[in-house]
């Protein structure tokens, strides 16, 4: 059973260029959730996906933003992008439907580094 | 509001030495509370979680944690360290469900041989 993927491992960015990261989620998850980790720094949330909405939000400008897909695969899109934006990418997925909703599996991560 | 607070960012402790990773959490309901790991260049890796059932949490790798109310604290201890157990290790705290997690700052757990 394959975890949580996401593509690519690294990407290299110029400032105000944009990036779109991919997750697909565990298999029989329904939710993602986006989380950016900072070097040195614990995660912090972005926003989370479920039904193909986004149904909550963390304290991140609206240049971040997602999408969801019939398949529960999901999207991270930043626009504009910023040095500070520099970080690795981790989407967890879970499932609101199952018997361990209360788990989030995390996915490797996508490094992303804005020059 | 929720948050944790991680005491150490760096700890050090001999091979075959007691493991102790300190968090203290905030939170104004019970709250679901995890213990994550991350090796270099990983993502995060569940190690253990509280869920208001039994109040001693056994994970994998030998780890567990205890939930203590009254101190909000959910430490996370091992009895005999190895050297596959230097990694980052994150506490983290959860309001509902389905709610975001909110992470400590992570404490980095050096061996010494």
């Known amino acids: 059973d394959a975890g949580v993927t996401q593509s690519p491992t690294h990407l290299i960015k110029t400032r105000g260029q944009q990036v779109t990261l991919r997750c697909s989620p565990k298999?029989?998850?329904?939710?993602v959730s986006w989380y950016q980790q900072a070097l040195g720094q614990g995660p912090q949330f972005i926003f989370q996906?479920?039904?193909?909405?986004?149904?909550q939000r963390g304290n991140f400008p609206d240049r971040f933003s997602g999408h969801q897909y019939p398949n529960y695969s999901s999207e991270l899109n930043v626009n504009a992008l910023l040095l500070g934006d520099s970080a690795l990418y981790l989407c967890?997925?879970?499932?609101?439907?199952?018997?361990?909703?209360?788990?989030?599996?995390f996915g490797p991560g996508t490094r992303l580094t804005v020059l | 509001a929720q948050s944790v607070t991680q005491l150490g960012s760096h700890v050090s402790v001999s091979e075959g030495a007691l493991v102790l990773l300190r968090c203290n959490y905030s939170?104004?309901?019970?709250?679901?509370l995890f213990w994550y790991v991350q090796y270099p260049n990983q993502g995060l890796q569940l190690l253990l979680k509280?869920?208001?059932?039994?109040?001693l949490v056994k994970g994998i790798n030998g780890f567990e944690a205890e939930f203590k109310k009254s101190e909000t604290s959910f430490h996370l201890t091992k009895p005999s360290a190895h050297m596959s157990d230097a990694a980052e290790y994150f506490c983290?705290?959860?309001?509902?469900?389905?709610?975001?997690?909110?992470f400590g700052k992570g404490t980095r757990l050096h061996i010494l041989p």
């Open positions: 983290a705290v959860r309001v509902n469900r389905d709610d975001k997690i909110i």
């Open positions: 996906y479920y039904e193909e909405e986004e149904r």
């Open positions: 509280y869920t208001s059932a039994a109040t």
């Open positions: 298999s029989g998850h329904d939710t």
């Open positions: 939170s104004s309901v019970p709250p679901y």
């Open positions: 967890a997925s879970s499932s609101r439907t199952g018997s361990s909703t209360d788990t989030q599996y």
